[in-house]
């Protein structure tokens, strides 16, 4: 085995969005396309040689191949040691547990979260820091510069490493290690949850759930830990085969996306519980008998119900949401006595209030929840943790959060989204509402006034860093809200994110359609935006 190094030249477009870089599989498969991004990986950490990295993805299209190729660069980059899972498989909040558990420099994962997959699909590869988190800005930042001046980079000349079983192997002088990535995942839900308590509440009967895997990364930790562990039935998880292009499906676990879920919640003879993961493992949407919970109040009632939680029945140092979030879990924290921390979309904004102990519970509207256990959103995590207050309380999932909205108000949230939209009418969109922004406030629309009308900039409690532009926000006298967004999650145009709220404290008013209780609002939003105009859309693609 012999070190080839590679002549090359710079790509213009690997510039890192919010969870790493994607781009569309083709064009990670043009000539040095992906080398030229993972060696900027290697390039830009110090003092590399010699450590353990964790490496693995969502089993997607190209997944495989990526991994063989990104293990040879490794070692002739002066990797140690690798830990990679299975089959190549490995969700993000069990990568994070790998990297925290085995004290490694840091991960490698590939996904495109909850992008199609398959081969004319999306592929999405990641750097994770030390603590299992996302690289901040300045790590991505610093690979995105090696990007631009690249000039060659290292592979090891060799044979492919055997992934199907577990192992240890030798890649020149790195070690291999292809590991069970479930069962360290498995125990830590365990030092969590109180798993006697939810067994007896999946096998007493009376109680039914279905897990939707969406033929994603999920479905062997999810086989493993309800159908083994907690002995639910054989075939409460569904769709639990991981598959290439997802079983042709949309890996976003969403009403829109994972419709069937919904259809079997929503039907005749319908189970208790349901929930749905997303490509990678980190989202998760959760849903009673005829009855979804928006991820906003799955937030709030996560911390409202910690306390009933083994591993967090201590309390909570603080809460922390996104910015596009709504407002539902401050009034918990309000009551709690704890901090509530408001901070950009993306994950790696968590990190810094994780690891300083600001913060134990983290959500954003986007289907993520987690908590200080991992640095990544962690889907099985919050069914887990619904499960473990469902058993406590014996109470539905509507009982629950009915209960919470009389104790809290309810906050009607709702996010539109319009994806794949001109990049150039997103970006008008977006310009015109921040050249309003001085003559907004003040402005009277219907029964909304205009408090405030800014561009959110978010100041990092810990270590001071800046982060601005991160969402247009139009906030009204009475507590409504109204925010736009670009999302960089997509690989085709743009995606403008638009978010309502509004504040219900009259529980005779609580039980109304969300999208009748947002109706005014609605209109307002577009009489403001002109998003019709700027997108050619007369609907969003997708309402949650």
């Known amino acids: 085995m012999s070190i080839i190094k590679v002549s090359t030249t710079p790509f213009n477009d690997q510039k890192p969005g919010t969870s790493g870089l994607r781009k569309a599989v083709t064009v990670f498969q043009k000539p040095h396309y992906l080398e030229n991004f993972v060696q900027s990986i290697f390039d830009s950490l110090p003092e590399l040689k010699g450590k353990i990295l964790v490496l693995g993805g969502d089993g997607r299209y190209y997944n495989r191949q990526v991994i063989q190729t990104i293990l040879k660069m490794a070692s002739a980059n002066g990797v140690g040691r690798v830990l990679v899972g299975c089959d190549g498989i490995l969700s993000t909040p069990a990568a994070s547990c790998l990297i925290r558990g085995n004290n490694a420099y840091g991960g490698i994962i590939l996904s495109a979260s909850h992008n199609p997959g398959g081969e004319n699909g999306d592929f999405g590869i990641k750097y994770n820091v030390t603590n299992g988190g996302p690289a901040p800005e300045k790590v991505t930042e610093a690979i995105y510069q090696r990007t631009l001046t690249i000039k060659e980079y290292s592979v090891l000349e060799s044979a492919d490493i055997n992934l199907n079983n577990q192992g240890s192997f030798k890649l020149g002088d790195m070690e291999v290690e292809v590991v069970d990535s479930v069962k360290p995942y498995a125990e830590l839900m365990e030092s969590l949850f109180d798993f006697d308590l939810i067994k007896k509440l999946l096998t007493g009967g009376q109680f039914k759930m279905c897990m939707d895997s969406l033929h994603a990364v999920t479905g062997p930790y999810a086989k493993a830990i309800f159908e083994q562990k907690l002995g639910a039935s054989t075939g409460t998880v569904i769709n639990g085969v991981p598959l290439e292009d997802f079983g042709g499906g949309h890996p976003d676990p969403n009403l829109v996306y994972a419709k069937g879920l919904v259809d079997i919640l929503f039907g005749d003879n319908a189970p208790d519980f349901g929930a749905a993961s997303d490509g990678d ?66 994950w790696k904004f968590f990190g810094n209030l994780l690891d300083a102990d600001k913060a134990t519970i983290c959500g954003e509207e986007s289907f993520g929840t987690s908590s200080n256990h991992i640095r990544e959103k962690d889907g099985l995590w919050a069914v887990l943790f619904w499960l473990n207050i469902i058993a406590v309380r014996q109470e539905s999932v509507e009982q629950i959060v009915k209960s919470h909205w009389e104790t809290y108000g309810r906050n009607f949230y709702s996010r539109h989204d319009y ?46 860093s800046v982060s601005e532009k991160q969402g247009v926000r139009i906030g009204f006298t009475d507590g409504s809200r109204i925010v736009f967004r670009l999302s960089g999650t997509g690989t085709k145009g743009a995606t403008i994110r638009v978010y309502l709220e509004s504040y219900e404290p009259d529980t005779t008013k609580q039980n109304l359609d969300t999208q009748e209780a947002l109706g005014d609002l609605i209109q307002v939003a577009e009489e403001i935006a002109h998003i019709k105009k700027y997108t050619n859309r007369d609907k969003p693609t997708v309402i949650t």
């Open 281 to 346: 493992g980190d989202r998760n949407m959760i849903l009673g008998k005829h009855f979804f919970v928006n991820p906003s109040d799955s937030l709030a009632v996560i911390t409202a119900n910690a306390h009933l939680v083994k591993g967090y029945k201590q309390g909570l140092a603080g809460v922390a949401r996104s910015m596009p979030t709504s407002e539902a879990v401050d009034r918990v924290a309000e009551k709690l006595g704890i901090d509530c921390y408001e901070t950009p979309t993306g």
């Open 419 to 464: 994806e794949e939209v001109a990049s150039e009418g997103a970006n008008e969109l977006v310009n015109q509402l921040r050249n309003q922004f001085d003559t907004l406030v003040g402005k009277t629309y219907g029964k909304y006034t205009v408090k405030y009308a800014d561009d959110f900039s978010y100041t990092d409690p810990v270590d001071g």
